[in-house]
């Protein structure tokens, strides 16, 4: 069964103050692993989607990176409105759940002016 | 262009009432996904449509849940009779295409069973 592990749970970073959010994965075979922002009372909004080891995506403050077991969002120097849930999810290339995300429970990211 | 759209935003029942939430779809995706997200645990898929045909199903908890989409447009989920457990935020997402390409969600529905 696919697993998809998060950490942390919550990040608390000053404005400008750098980190990265973790993302493991467990899948038979990886056809896609996506990064989402949730805001409170949102819906997942889409960030990026990966598909292979030493791909990365950037967008402004916000890069993606992928290996074989892990993904990280690096926040270079955050923003108070980088703050929500980040959350990461994997797509298994197998079976016939074609498109079926695996989601893991999310960081809470606060980022304090 | 216009996002995905949930109707009701909100809704409270009682146990073994009925519910029905709906979700319209990006204009044009053929693919609609319904997730469920209860208290403290994380989004879990429900079901996948390929236009009005049912892809994968496997996520459904139980027989008290029933998903349609007539034409291949818009979607509903009907929970009848509703239990405590299914209280939680239902979402729904489309996609252009199958098996790889980013899923957009909608903003869900809040679903209390009192």
């Known amino acids: 069964e696919d697993q998809v592990t998060q950490s942390p749970e919550a990040l608390r970073l000053q404005e400008g103050e750098s980190s990265s959010l973790n993302c493991s994965y467990t899948v038979s075979g990886l056809r896609g692993l996506f990064w989402y922002r949730q805001d409170p009372g949102k819906g997942p909004e889409f960030l990026f989607t990966l598909y292979s080891a030493g791909e990365e995506k950037e967008k402004e403050r916000l890069k993606a990176t992928l290996t074989k077991k892990e993904s990280f969002l690096h926040i270079t120097a955050p923003k108070p409105e980088d703050s929500a849930t980040y959350l990461c999810a994997v797509l298994n290339a197998g079976g016939t759940s074609y498109g079926k995300l695996t989601f893991g429970q999310g960081t809470i990211l606060t980022v304090h002016p | 262009e216009a996002g995905v759209t949930q109707f009701p935003s909100h809704s409270v029942i009682e146990k073994g009432q009925t519910v029905t939430l709906r979700c319209d779809p990006i204009s044009g995706h053929d693919n609609l996904y319904w997730y469920r997200r209860v208290m403290g645990k994380e989004i879990k898929f429900l079901l996948h449509f390929v236009k009005e045909s049912k892809q994968d199903e496997s996520g459904m908890p139980n027989n008290r849940f029933l998903a349609e989409r007539t034409g291949g447009t818009y979607s509903t989920l009907k929970v009848q009779p509703a239990e405590l457990e299914d209280s939680g935020v239902y979402f729904c997402?489309?996609?252009?295409?199958?098996?790889?390409?980013?899923?957009?969600f909608g903003p869900g529905t809040r679903l209390t069973v009192t």
């Open positions: 997402a489309s996609s252009a295409w199958t098996g790889g390409n980013e899923q957009y």
